[in-house]
């Protein structure tokens, strides 16, 4: 009897961990699958833009990986664009309120660029509207890096692709806007 429950909790933890495993596997598959192509309308009022395409990036300042490398690679992409065309909007996850270092941070990436950091409640509405899962602990800040494109249509904007951070083509963003311009 002793043995069969032994068993149990052996066979348990095993199933745990290939349900894990899979759900892991589902999980970088799905990065992998982006850029996404989408129609859904995007309202709130931080993300002004006159332009015929807004890219929306969520980062930290105090990022030393992926947020700075993203910003970069969105500076030389802008130096090949029309500025009116395009503009950038970096969304500061962690400093809440704080428009002034959010805009200088951006801009240090490029003049262009504009940063902004929501209040907490507005960062929990985008968030909802974006389909993110944000920890805005400044001890831990984290985040999926993802790269939102969004068209201007009429005044509306349009979800129109979605990219992963860490795997854009500056060479493919290019070729979605001037396919669209």
């Not at 899979?22 to 970088?28: S, Y």
């Not at 507005?122 to 920890?135: H, P, R, T, V, Y």
């Not at 493919?172 to 806007?177: F, V």
């Amino acid at each position: 009897m002793q043995k069969q429950r032994i068993q149990k909790k052996i066979i348990k933890k095993q199933l745990l961990g290939v349900f894990l495993i899979v759900v892991l596997v589902i999980f970088m598959l799905s990065l992998s699958w982006l850029p996404i192509t989408s129609n859904r309308i995007i309202e709130h009022s931080l993300l002004k833009s006159e332009a015929p395409y807004t890219f929306i990036f969520f980062g930290f300042s105090t990022c030393h990986s992926v947020c700075p490398m993203t910003l970069n690679r969105l500076s030389t992409m802008s130096d090949n664009v029309l500025n009116h065309e395009v503009k950038v909007i970096y969304i500061e996850i962690v400093k809440h309120g704080n428009n002034d270092a959010a805009n200088q941070y951006a801009q240090s990436f490029h003049k262009e660029f504009l940063g902004i950091a929501p209040e907490k409640n507005q960062l929990k509405a985008l968030e909802k509207i974006f389909g993110l899962s944000i920890n805005s602990n400044p001890d831990n800040p984290s985040h999926l890096g993802k790269l939102y494109l969004l068209k201007n249509n009429n005044g509306q904007k349009i979800l129109f692709k979605t990219y992963n951070a860490l795997k854009f083509s500056i060479n493919r963003l290019l070729q979605d806007i001037e396919s669209r311009l």
